[in-house]
């Protein structure tokens, strides 16, 4: 799993959210949040990553792996 696929699932479990909670919130397929955590598939465009990380309550840059944890 990449950084990205690793963040995106410790932070969607921290703050106890589902696969689908979170897809349901941002109107995203389940199952597309699901192939980003495994790493089988990487959002396409910044505003995906922009609407992930502001419903986790992260940086862009901590998602994707350039920032510190």
């Given amino acids: 799993m990449d950084t990205f696929g690793r963040r995106l699932a410790a932070r969607r479990k921290e703050l106890k959210l ?3 909670q979170l897809g349901l919130d941002l109107n995203i397929d389940p ?3 699901s ?8 959002p396409r465009g910044i505003e995906a990553v ?3 990380a502001r419903a986790l309550g992260v940086t862009v840059g901590w998602l994707i792996g350039e920032e510190a944890a």
Avoid at 35 to 42: H, Y
Wanted: aromatic share 6%; no cysteine.
């Fill in 18 to 20: 589902t696969q689908r």
């Fill in 31 to 33: 199952l597309r949040i």
């Fill in 35 to 42: 192939r980003w955590e495994r790493g089988v598939a990487t």
């Fill in 50 to 52: 922009s609407q992930l």
